[in-house]
C-alpha cells in the first residue's frame, strides 16, 4: 500500500507536474508547480528522500520515505526458579539434571535482542508564513507505515538453554499431574518417595522480567519452539507537525539546505507484547534490567520527535 501510495505521488509530481507548468503561464507567474525539487534526509526519523513542488504562493507539497536503519539492543535477563510465585534458590541443581537428561548447560542469563524498524511514506505540507522571506515554514502532513515498530528476540546463542528450560518445566509438570506411584518415570522405573519430594521442592523454571500490578511476579517461559520474543507497535497512520527552516548555498539557487523539528503523532505510548500476549507497558511493573530504562524512554515519549537535516537540488 506505501508503495502503491508512494509510487502515485512521485509519479504525478515528476511526470504531470513539469507538463502542466511548461503549458501555464499562470502556473510561472504565480510560481506554482513551477520547479521540482529532490531531497535526501538525515534525522531521528531515519534516512530518506523527498520530492516536492510548490502548491501555491505560500505552500509546499512533499512525498517520501524515511526509514531507521537496522541497530541492536541488547537486554539481559535474570532466569529464576520459583515455588507458588516465590523465588528459591534451587538454579543450580536444576541446571546438574537437566545437563544430565539432555547435555544440555543452561545459563542463568538470557539474552534478548531489541531490533527498531520504521519504515514510513511521507507526505507532507509546508506553509511560509511571510512572502518576503520563504526561509521558514510550518508543516503538517501525515506519516503512513507498518503499526509494528521494533521486535526482540531471544540471541541465538540462547536457543539451547531455552529450549532446556521448555524440557524440565514440561518434566515438572508431568510429576506434578501424576505422582510417583501412580505412573513410571521412565519405562517400569519408578521414582521413591525422598526423590519425588526433592524433584517438587526444585519448582518451575522462568524469566523474571517483572511483575503484575498486584506484586505478583512474572514469569516468562519459552515458547513451544523454545524462542522469547517481544513486538512493539503503533498507529500505522501518523499525524506530523513541525516547523524548519532552509535556504540556497549556490548562486542558481538550486541547492538547499535545510533544518526541521516536530513531532510525530503515534498514538499515545507504544506497546510492547511478549510472546504470551502479556504486554510490558500495560501489564507489568517493576521491569528488570536494561529494558526498564528503555520502557521508561518509551512511557516518556507519546509523541515522536523529529529532528532532520535536509540538502535538497531543484531538478526543474
Known amino acids: 500500500m506505501v508503495k502503491k501510495l508512494l509510487f502515485l505521488v512521485l509519479a504525478s509530481l515528476s511526470v504531470g507536474i513539469p507538463c502542466v507548468a511548461q503549458e501555464s503561464s499562470w502556473f510561472k507567474r504565480n510560481n506554482v508547480l513551477d520547479h521540482v525539487d529532490v531531497a535526501f534526509t538525515v534525522g531521528s526519523p531515519g534516512l530518506g528522500f523527498e520530492i516536492s513542488a510548490p502548491a ?162 512474572y514469569y516468562m517461559t519459552p515458547a513451544k519452539n523454545g524462542t522469547v520474543s517481544a513486538k512493539m507497535f503503533a498507529n500505522a497512520f501518523k499525524p506530523y507537525l513541525g516547523f524548519g527552516y532552509s535556504g540556497a548555498v549556490d548562486k542558481q539557487k538550486r541547492l538547499n539546505v535545510g533544518v526541521e523539528a516536530g513531532v510525530l503523532l503515534w498514538g499515545g505510548v507504544p506497546n510492547v507484547v511478549l510472546h504470551d500476549g502479556i504486554s510490558m507497558t500495560k501489564d507489568l511493573v517493576n521491569v528488570r534490567g536494561r529494558v526498564r530504562s528503555y520502557l521508561n524512554f518509551i512511557k516518556a515519549l507519546p509523541v515522536y520527535p523529529c529532528v532532520s537535516f535536509k540538502i535538497s537540488y531543484n531538478i526543474l
Open 56 to 217: 501555491t504562493r505560500w505552500a509546499n507539497v512533499r512525498a517520501g520515505m524515511d526509514g531507521i536503519p537496522a541497530f541492536h539492543l541488547p537486554m539481559d535477563f535474570q532466569v529464576a526458579t520459583y515455588t507458588d510465585g516465590k523465588v528459591n534458590d534451587n538454579f543450580n541443581k536444576i541446571k546438574d539434571l537437566v545437563y544430565k537428561m539432555t547435555g544440555e548447560e543452561m545459563r542463568e542469563e538470557v539474552r534478548m535482542i531489541g531490533k527498531p524498524k520504521m519504515l514510513n511514506f511521507k507526505f507532507l505540507v509546508d506553509v511560509f508564513p511571510f512572502q518576503e522571506n520563504r526561509h521558514w515554514h510550518f508543516t503538517a502532513g501525515f506519516y503512513l507505515g507498518s503499526s509494528k515498530i521494533g521486535t526482540a528476540l531471544n540471541d541465538i546463542d540462547e536457543t539451547s538453554s531455552l529450549v532446556a528450560m521448555n524440557i524440565y518445566n514440561r518434566f515438572y509438570d508431568r510429576l506434578k499431574d501424576y505422582p510417583y506411584d501412580e505412573e513410571p518415570i521412565f519405562g517400569d522405573v519408578y521414582l521413591s518417595p525422598e526423590t519425588y519430594e526433592e524433584l517438587m521442592s526444585y519448582g518451575h523454571m522462568g524469566i523474571h522480567i517483572g511483575d503484575f500490578k498486584d506484586g505478583t511476579p
